[in-house]
């Protein structure tokens, strides 16, 4: 049975991408650093409280994944915060330093721990997630933006050392996904901004060419399709999965 690692897999995009890898046939490993929702995940699936930017947690977590599965086939670094809604001036070295070392630091630690593990087995798909403020500058966003772009440079780079390894590496750019986590980003901007939360939210689903939010389960159908043998050439290529944005915040 094929496998698959799901990091920040307890909530939202990771969960969804969990139960679609599930569907698809795969045995699923979670990890999150939020104990209640990793317990409240389907009984059948691998867990650990891990948190991505700790390096020795993440060295535990591929070792202890080493000894069960031998390598995964499938991993999906897909933790990242939010970070600090404020205009540059404004945004403080400790916030940016903890939404980099997550959002950035935990992808590279996962692929730096995955990578020995997927040469050894000759094969198999890594899936960044990244965002579309990995494509697009984000006003009042500069940590998450500049750590988003760093994902796909991170993706850019193992898909040129792996590639030859058999192993396909990926980013996915999700749009605004519908959930506590918009929400919240809806919440801050409105208050940022004087605006209420319905009009900064026409203002996003304004700015793509389909007119709408995306859901968690869209950006997982994308994943099972990258780790699956229909995209066995489809490699070091960021797909946005977002109604098509080309300016993410046009009104505001
Ligand atoms: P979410 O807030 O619904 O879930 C995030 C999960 O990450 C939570 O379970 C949380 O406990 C976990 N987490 C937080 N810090 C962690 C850490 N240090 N180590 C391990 N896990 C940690 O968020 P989501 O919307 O599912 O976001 C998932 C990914 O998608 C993130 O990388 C995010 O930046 C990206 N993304 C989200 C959106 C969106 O609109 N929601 C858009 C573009 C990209």
Redesign the pocket.
């Known amino acids: 049975m094929k496998t698959a690692l799901i990091?920040?897999g307890?909530?939202?995009?990771?969960k969804a991408m969990a139960l679609a890898f599930e569907d698809a046939g795969f045995n699923v490993w979670i990890?999150?650093?939020?104990e209640n929702?990793l317990n409240a995940c389907p009984k059948n699936w691998q867990r650990s409280v891990?948190?991505?930017?700790n390096e020795p947690q993440m060295m535990q977590l591929f070792a202890d994944i080493k000894a069960q599965w031998g390598a995964p086939d499938v991993v999906c670094a897909?933790?990242?915060?939010?970070g600090p809604t404020a205009k540059i001036e404004d945004v403080d070295l400790t916030d940016w330093n903890a939404c980099l070392g997550?959002?950035l630091g935990?992808a590279f630690l996962t692929a730096k721990y995955a990578a020995p593990l997927m040469k050894a087995q000759g094969q198999g798909a890594m899936i960044l997630?990244?965002?579309?403020?990995g494509q697009h500058g984000y006003p009042n966003r500069a940590p998450?933006a500049a750590a988003?772009w760093g994902v796909i440079g991170l993706m850019k780079t193992l898909a040129m050392e792996l590639g030859p390894h058999g192993i396909r590496v990926n980013a996915i750019?999700?749009?605004?996904?519908e959930?506590?986590?918009?929400e919240g980003?809806l919440e801050r901007e409105a208050k940022a901004k004087g605006m209420t939360r319905d009009q900064v939210y026409k203002g996003y689903a304004g700015g793509t060419s389909m007119g709408s939010f995306v859901t968690?389960e869209d950006?997982a159908h994308m994943a099972v399709f990258l780790g699956g043998e229909g995209a066995r050439l489809v490699c070091g290529q960021v797909i946005a999965v977002d109604g098509h944005t080309e300016n993410p915040d046009p009104k505001i």
């Open positions: 990091t920040a307890a909530n939202g995009i990771g990890t999150d650093v939020d929702s891990v948190d991505v930017s897909n933790a990242g915060i939010a997550i959002t935990g997630t990244s965002s579309t403020a998450y988003k750019c999700p749009g605004a996904v959930g506590p986590r918009m980003v968690a950006i």
